[in-house]
């Protein structure tokens, strides 16, 4: 399939998705993957992993006009080499996107809603969090959780984040799309604020933050 679509955010960040269809081989050809990498990959022995992988460096070439060398902090923080660019990646067995910005940090996430999320109740959410679930939607409410929590992990870019006490969701009621407010508290008690987005699309639930 490729690219599936992009967004162009009114913040100036952009986001786009490539949904998997190719092949290991098919996606080989479409992406630019150093010889290193290409090593790395035959040690992964999930092809669905390997294609998802792929599929990153296939969306990279599809909306870079140059080419880009992607790289990976200690803490596994994804950057680009060769460009001041801001990026975060996610992807699934299905899609893999990518949201960029000229010069804010941003973090995204995308799940499918095939997923049971019944674990991230006790693994990720506040007592507070879990009090404003909805039973009637709740894997798409946890989905969503999930989503944003992991979206302010990777903008935050440390390793050592607990999501159930340090990254905070004000209550909202799930839709197909809407808007969070979520609080990152350090561990020193410092507390930042971040407005984040979500969309559901194709079984489909990604969440991203700006800024």
Request: hydrophobic share 35%.
């Amino acid at each position: 399939m490729g690219l599936y679509f992009t967004k162009e955010l009114e913040n100036g960040a952009s986001i786009s998705v490539w949904e998997i269809t190719e092949s290991e081989e098919e996606l080989l050809k479409l992406s630019s993957v150093p010889n290193d990498e290409l090593e790395e990959l035959k040690l992964i022995k999930s092809i669905s992993r390997r294609r998802e992988k792929l599929a990153v460096r296939a969306l990279l070439c599809t909306i870079f006009d140059d080419k880009v060398y992607l790289g990976h902090h200690d803490n596994g923080r994804p950057y680009l080499q060769n460009s001041l660019t801001e990026i975060s990646i996610s992807h699934t067995g299905k899609y893999a996107c990518i949201i960029t910005h000229p010069h804010e940090s941003v973090g995204i996430d995308i799940e499918s809603l095939e997923r049971n999320f019944s674990a991230v109740k006790k693994r990720a959410l506040s007592p507070e969090e879990i009090d404003n679930l909805s039973e009637k939607e709740i894997n798409l409410h946890l989905a969503i959780f999930w989503c944003a929590k992991e979206a302010v992990y990777k903008r935050m870019s440390r390793s050592d984040i607990d999501f159930a006490k340090q990254i905070y969701i004000k209550r909202f009621n799930p839709k197909d799309k809407g808007e969070l407010t979520a609080i990152f508290r350090d561990k020193e008690g410092a507390e930042q604020e971040f407005e984040l987005c979500y969309d559901t699309f194709d079984n489909h639930v990604m969440a991203w933050v700006v800024g």
